[in-house]
């Protein structure tokens, strides 16, 4: 995570535990009344506006700063991933601290490189048919 994009989550959480405070001193308020009242008095039980936006705002601000710290995203289509590391190889995936990244795994293409071919079945066939003979003429 960048340092602003730290900022900003940390000030998002802020103003959510503000907010949750203000929302239980509120809670505690309105029971108390409650408790007092002689029933002249009507009691809103609704959470008051400005602690409703106050707690929108630290979600979105919270949501903002992770959005903005996260890693670079990976293509969606393989065949854009497995060309970018054909042609960058490791310095492709170096992250801000000069590690590798450690989804890098190299090649994706070294286990269809290294598998062994296909089995022809004819022409299994007939070199075992081409034994068969020469074994037979002896």
Known sequence: ?????????????????????SAHEHSAITSALKAHALGTHPIARALPID??????????????????????????????????????????????????DRD????????LETRPGFVDIRRQRHEFAVWARDKNVE
């Open 1 to 21: 995570m960048t340092w602003a994009s730290s900022i900003v989550t940390f000030a998002g959480f802020v103003l959510l535990i503000h907010s949750g405070y």
């Open 51 to 100: 602690i409703r936006l106050e707690t929108i705002l630290a979600t979105l601000l919270i949501c903002l700063g992770f959005v903005f710290g996260s890693e670079k995203l990976h293509p969606i289509r393989w065949q854009v991933w497995a060309g970018k590391i054909e042609r960058e190889g490791r310095a492709g995936y170096i992250d801000g601290s000069g590690q590798v």
């Open 104 to 111: 890098f795994r190299g090649s994706p293409f070294s286990l």
